[in-house]
Nanobody
């Protein structure tokens, strides 16, 4: 059974850091592009970052570029999102998702349940 599970969320002060993890079970993440998305209350879901199956190509939303870093460890079947210099507007539920195609080229067919990130003083 194919599953993605996010972890690492929590409450942090502005300027703080968190590292989110996306772990797969039932399938091998090595063959998928993995995206991170987020949704804040009352707002639509937005793409945050994506990494190619080979790990050589990454992209970021303008709002997080320079602060967030996506990476993958295929041996651990896990993708990470390192979030630095967090701002209150980063507060959202963060989801990871897997796609057969390159980032932005096809649908994300598998989704995790999300992990809450709250940035507040």
């Amino acid at each position: 059974q194919l599953q993605l599970v996010e972890s690492g969320g929590g409450l942090v002060q502005p300027g703080g850091s968190l590292r989110l993890s996306c772990a797969a079970s039932g399938f091998t993440l090595e063959y998928y592009a993995i995206g991170w998305f987020r949704q804040a209350p009352g707002k639509e879901r937005e793409g945050v970052s994506c990494i190619a199956s080979g790990g050589g190509t990454t992209n970021y939303a303008d709002s997080v570029r320079g602060r967030f870093t996506i990476s993958r460890d295929n041996a651990k079947n896990t993708v990470y999102l390192q979030m630095n210099s967090l701002k209150p507007e980063d507060t959202a539920v963060y989801y990871c998702a897997a796609a057969w195609a390159s980032c932005g080229k096809g649908p994300f067919d598998y989704w995790g349940r999300g992990t809450q990130v709250t940035v507040s003083s």
